[in-house]
């Protein structure tokens, strides 16, 4: 399914014709990073399988994600995904340091 036309994405400082790019990056870039979480895993639940399930989740979720933007490609999951990936990220880290 190809990238929704750039009159479907709202318009940023640089225009229209940069939305699509910038939809496609944030795509791939996702689904890449997903990837990576994944192929590292196994590595982790050495670790420990807290670890390692962490990995897997974010791995499943940052792909789902991407998969998410091609076919829906809305302001609004945007507006869902971007703290939801913080909270998964940042936050269990922070948690992680004040330990």
């Known amino acids: 399914m190809p990238m929704p036309a750039p009159q479907k994405l709202d318009q940023d400082a640089s225009g229209p014709a940069h939305a699509v790019e910038y939809a496609t990056a944030g ?4 689904g890449v990073a997903g990837l990576i979480h994944l192929w590292v895993a196994p590595e982790h639940f050495h ?3 807290v670890v390692g ?3 897997v ?3 499943t979720g940052q792909v ?5 933007l091609v076919v829906f490609s809305t302001v609004t999951l945007l507006a869902i995904a971007v703290p939801a990936r913080r909270a998964a990220t940042v936050d269990p880290v922070e948690a992680l340091r004040a330990e």
């Not at 795509?27 to 996702?30: H, N, P, R, Y």
């Not at 789902?64 to 998410?68: E, I, K």
């Open 64 to 68: 789902a994600f991407g998969a998410a």
């Open 53 to 55: 399930t962490f990995f």
């Open 27 to 30: 795509v791939v870039l996702t």
């Open 47 to 49: 670790e420990s399988w």
């Open 57 to 59: 989740l974010a791995g």
